[in-house]
């Protein structure tokens, strides 16, 4: 059964990853897909791999400017958009006493600035019924050195989470999260590590994985596909847990 017949969706970040492969989910369930990504490299070679239901918009998740241009490039294409999934993003890793200031604004301007416009400028197109998926991070639950800006940001997007389900009640738009665990994607390539930083990272982290394995990006594309569709049509508020067990259990 096509779960989003009729419907258009809006994903931040789509040309990779958990986006892209959330993109695939929507449109093999009936939806037209509408993706960002930072350059036209990136988005003209994820539209062409999604195919005919899918458009592309060159637009940075940290640039107001952009974000604010972003109803108007969507108006080319559809008045409407049915789901909205905030996504794009990545983290820079470094110890406390060496956060620079650039660093702390990149990902505070992408990630918290970035998702509450993105909101703001694309709720007028949402109609009732509408909902909006946040992503945040199994960061957020346990604490990890290194992290404090990227956890923090990602803070701040879960508050978003309960604060716009509130303000969206009045306008029959749902809004929740979900809280993804160690998902295999690109994102160490914007970290600032080298691959063998990257490799060695994953190395280690993997035998401590309550199922000793990463998480795949379609396991993301499936939750967002439930939290898009009817099925969760009284599931309002909340960060679903996508993390293999992570935050809330040891074994
Ligand atoms: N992977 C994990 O283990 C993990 C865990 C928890 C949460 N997350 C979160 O999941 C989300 C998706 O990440 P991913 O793991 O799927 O990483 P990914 O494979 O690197 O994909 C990230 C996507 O976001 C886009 N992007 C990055 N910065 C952007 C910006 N400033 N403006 C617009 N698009 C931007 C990238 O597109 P371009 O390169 O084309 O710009 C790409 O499509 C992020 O919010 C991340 O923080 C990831």
């Known amino acids: 059964m096509e779960k989003l017949k009729n419907k258009t969706a809006f994903i931040t970040g789509g040309t990779n990853g958990m986006g892209f492969a959330t993109a695939q989910e929507f449109?093999?369930?009936g939806?037209?897909?509408i993706i960002t990504g930072r350059s036209e490299r990136t988005v003209n070679k994820a539209v062409e791999e999604l195919g005919k239901n899918a458009v592309g918009i060159v637009s940075n998740a940290g640039e107001l400017s952009d974000i604010f241009e972003?109803?108007?490039l969507i108006k080319k294409h559809?008045?409407?958009i049915d789901v909205l999934f905030v996504n794009a993003g990545y983290g820079k890793f470094n110890s406390?006493?060496?956060?620079?200031i650039?660093?702390?604004n990149e990902v505070f301007d992408m990630l918290?600035?970035?998702t509450f416009f993105t909101v703001q400028q694309v709720l007028p197109l949402m109609p009732q019924g509408s909902s909006i998926i946040l992503n945040t991070t199994f960061l957020t639950d346990i604490g990890q050195p290194n992290m404090s800006i990227y956890t923090a940001a990602k803070a701040a997007v879960q508050s978003f989470i309960k604060t716009f389900a509130a303000e969206c009640t009045s306008k029959n738009i749902r809004v929740n999260g979900i809280s993804p665990g160690y998902i295999k994607t690109n994102i160490f390539n914007n970290t600032g590590m080298s691959t063998e930083q990257i490799e060695g990272t994953i190395d280690a982290v993997t035998p401590t994985l309550p199922f000793k394995r990463f998480g795949e990006p379609s396991e993301i594309a499936k939750t967002a596909l439930f939290l898009a569709s009817d099925d969760a049509s009284y599931i309002h508020g909340i960060e679903l847990r996508v993390d293999g067990g992570l935050s809330k259990t040891k074994s």
């Open 27 to 29: 449109i093999n369930n």
């Open 31 to 33: 939806a037209k897909v």
């Open 70 to 72: 972003l109803q108007n």
């Open 78 to 80: 559809t008045n409407t």
């Open 96 to 100: 406390i006493e060496n956060v620079t």
């Open 102 to 104: 650039e660093e702390f």
């Open 112 to 114: 918290v600035k970035g």
